[in-house]
Antibody, heavy 123, light 108 residues
Framework: EVQLVESGGGLVQPGRSLRLSCAASGFTFDEYAMHWVRQAPGKGLEWVSGISWKSNNIGYAGSVKGRFTISRDNAKKSLYLQMDSLRPDDTAFYYC????????????????WGQGTLVTVSS | EIVMTQSPATLSVSPGERATLSCRASQSVSSNLAWYQQKPGQAPRLLIYGASTRATGIPARFRGSGSGTEFTLTISSLQSEDFAVYYCQHYNNWLLYSFGQGTKLEIK
């Protein structure tokens, strides 16, 4: 069974840092691009960041560029999101999502999602 | 940045009837469009990719159509489990993706 499990969320003060992790299982992790998508409570979905299978292609939403860093460890089958200079509007559930396929045409849609981890930025 | 606009924001339909949800892109995204369903307290679930290809395990009553800037998700003969929020998402530009704001499908 394909599974993604996020961890690392919690309450953090504005300006501080937090690192999220996503543990993957049930598929060949190093063949797929991976992404982070967030959802503020009661709001819609926002793509945050994505990383290719070999980490040589990385992208960020404008709202987090320069503050967040995505990375992956294929040996550990894990995806990470380092979040620095956090702001109250970063408060959201953060989902780890797997790309739908290994072809370039399939890296941008998400066929498996984790259950999410809640990040709350507040003083 | 490509902006995705969904309509209506809320759609009230009776069980057994058909629901038609719309998604418009601010510029052409070809067929690089996906649809997701989200129920309260759950992660989103992939329904459609490539504008019209159903994901594994998705019932045939879900049908996606369109290309370019206009897309439609049609759910025929609504079941009780279909009442949820639906999001469209484009993936036309590598690592510059965006979602629509969502359509809430509620029981009439």
């Amino acid at each position: 069974e394909v599974q993604l499990v996020e961890s690392g969320g919690g309450l953090v003060q504005p300006g501080r840092s937090l690192r999220l992790s996503c543990a993957a299982s049930g598929f060949t992790f190093d063949e797929y691009a991976m992404h982070w998508v967030r959802q503020a409570p009661g709001k819609g979905l926002e793509w945050v960041s994505g990383i290719s299978w070999k980490s040589n292609n990385i992208g960020y939403a404008g709202s987090v560029k320069g503050r967040f860093t995505i990375s992956r460890d294929n040996a550990k089958k894990s995806l990470y999101l380092q979040m620095d200079s956090l702001r109250p509007d970063d408060t959201a559930f953060y989902y780890c999502a797997k790309a739908g396929g290994i072809n370039w045409s399939d890296v941008g849609w998400f066929d498996t999602w984790g259950q999410g981890t809640l990040v709350t930025v507040s003083s | 940045e490509i902006v995705m606009t969904q309509s209506p924001a809320t759609l009230s339909v009776s069980p057994g009837e058909r629901a038609t949800l719309s998604c418009r892109a601010s510029q052409s995204v070809s067929s690089n469009l996906a649809w997701y369903q989200q129920k309260p307290g759950q992660a989103p679930r992939l329904l459609i990719y490539g504008a019209s290809t159903r994901a594994t395990g998705i019932p045939a009553r879900f049908r996606g159509s369109g290309s370019g800037t206009e897309f439609t998700l049609t759910i025929s003969s609504l079941q009780s489990e279909d009442f949820a929020v639906y999001y469209c998402q484009h993936y036309n530009n590598w690592l510059l993706y965006s979602f629509g704001q969502g359509t809430k499908l509620e029981i009439k």
